[in-house]
């Protein structure tokens, strides 16, 4: 009976592990597919150049950038690539879906917004987030204050050089564009000169904010960008 049992339990997770693998393989396909709908082609020759610019906006050596696209633009180029923590193996790896645009603004100073899709009311929730934020806070930058009318679209994290304002270092008209950018799928904005790296919210993230689709959020980076 145990033997028997041992089985069906090595069987169950046998199945599980080819599903898996299969819905990811679908899901890859899928993203694929949208890529090139959008006008996307496959940059690995860029692959070492991109590392490096993705790398400085995220005050991390250690990252590793796979799975390079990019679109022309009539000003600029768009990137789509996938962002990871050191691993060899895809189990292993931290990664999260990001794209890589230009915008213009005024101040040519580094800035990082943390989104959320809904407005986090002040309370214990709200302190965490910002705690750990406060941990997590890109390298050289200081918390920054989060005016009351944008923290009612969704952005509970700013960062910039100590002693500035979000409203310093991102125009108006720029600002409440990109303080829409958690109900669109995006998680983390990340700028520094007229570069401006967009971490796309987990797949989780994204069906519990009502199945945002990358068609949404690539129209979302097309509108903030330029």
């Known amino acids: 009976m145990i033997g028997l049992a041992v089985g069906a339990g090595l069987a169950i997770v046998v199945l599980a592990v080819a ?9 890859h396909a899928e993203q694929e597919r949208q890529l090139v709908q959008s006008g996307f082609r496959r940059c690995e020759a860029e692959e070492v150049q991109l590392a490096e610019v993705v790398r400085s906006m995220h005050e991390s050596s250690s990252l590793e950038v796979h799975k ?3 679109r022309e633009g009539a000003e600029a180029a768009f990137y789509w690539y996938e962002v990871a923590s050191p691993g060899s193996h895809d189990h292993q790896r931290v990664a999260a ?3 890589l645009c230009t915008i213009k603004r005024s101040s040519k100073e ?3 917004l943390f989104l959320s899709p809904v407005r986090i009311e002040r309370g214990f929730g709200s302190k965490m987030l910002e705690s750990v934020l406060s941990l997590a ?5 200081h918390k920054l204050e989060v005016p009351e009318s944008l923290r009612s679209r969704g952005v509970y994290g700013a960062f910039g050089p100590q ?7 991102v125009d108006e008209g720029k600002l409440a564009v990109l ?3 958690g109900r669109h799928g995006i998680f983390a904005i990340r700028g520094d000169g007229e570069r401006c790296a967009m971490e796309l919210t987990s797949a989780y993230g994204r069906k519990a904010s009502g199945r945002v689709s990358w068609q949404d959020t690539w129209s979302f980076v097309q509108r903030a960008a330029g």
């Open 19 to 27: 599903f898996g693998i299969r819905r990811t393989r679908q899901r």
């Open 137 to 141: 806070a890109p390298a050289g930058l």
């Open 179 to 181: 303080s829409d950018a």
């Open 97 to 99: 879906d990001e794209f």
């Open 68 to 70: 390079p696209w990019k």
């Open 110 to 112: 580094p800035f990082a």
């Open 163 to 169: 002693g500035a304002s979000i409203q310093d270092l």
